[in-house]
């Protein structure tokens, strides 16, 4: 059985669609389920087969957060360094050339931002401060969707901070040049281009001039 509040809910959801509707004498059906008591209500619902979840606000999945998406990977970045409880990558929209963030791992608020964050928002401070050459840099937290962040935004002379729409050669070549060794390391062991097979080598070694030695 439908409760009161249930009721009220679900009457108000409905005539909200049916007048964003093209639905016709739609004000003579606002009317109507208006008039509808809880049972029959109900009856209606069942009629035109319209499930109560649907209007079940609690199981309404809230979307998810961005940054979360981007340290599951769901969303591509340029990331440049990372640790057990952190990540760094690129600001898309930077403010200045070289902007970048830092990310706990962990979906955490402001005040619970771990210090190892912390750490590494100074190490890439620092690694930005000697590539990039800006006359300072500028590092805040803040926070998106409920997700602590660390901006680290470098400052250059006469150059004022804008947003902008960064392309995506330019974040591959700050990519390059900002990222840690250990993610440069990384990606060394494991080449995207396949090693040379063993018939390769063998035939690249038969090319190779012979040595002669002579026994005096």
Do not use: W
Request: charge should be positive.
């Amino acid at each position: 059985m439908i409760s009161k509040e249930q009721s009220e809910n679900i009457k108000k959801s409905l005539m909200e669609q049916i007048e964003k509707s093209n639905q016709p004498d739609k004000e003579k059906i606002i009317e109507y389920i208006k008039s509808l008591d809880e049972p029959n209500l109900e009856q209606f619902l069942k009629q035109n087969k319209i499930e109560l979840s649907e209007f079940d606000s609690e199981k309404k999945s809230e979307p998810e957060c961005i940054f979360c998406s981007i340290i599951n990977e769901k969303i591509p970045s340029y990331k440049i360094a990372e640790t057990k409880k952190a990540i760094t990558i690129l600001e898309i929209n930077p403010l200045s050339k070289g902007h970048s963030l830092v990310l706990p791992s962990e979906h955490l608020a402001i005040e619970k931002m771990p210090k190892s964050a912390l750490s590494l928002a100074q190490k890439l401070a620092k690694r930005i401060k000697k590539k990039l050459k800006p006359e300072d840099i500028k590092i805040e937290t803040s926070s998106l969707m409920g997700h602590a962040m660390i901006n680290i935004v470098p400052l250059y002379k006469d150059i004022s901070t804008k947003k902008i729409k960064e392309t995506e050669e330019n974040l591959k070549k700050l990519q390059l040049k900002l990222e840690s060794k250990t993610r440069a390391q990384r990606k060394k062991q494991n080449p995207e281009k396949p090693g040379k097979t063993e018939e390769e080598l063998k035939k690249e070694l038969s090319n190779l001039p012979k040595i002669s030695f002579r026994i005096p």
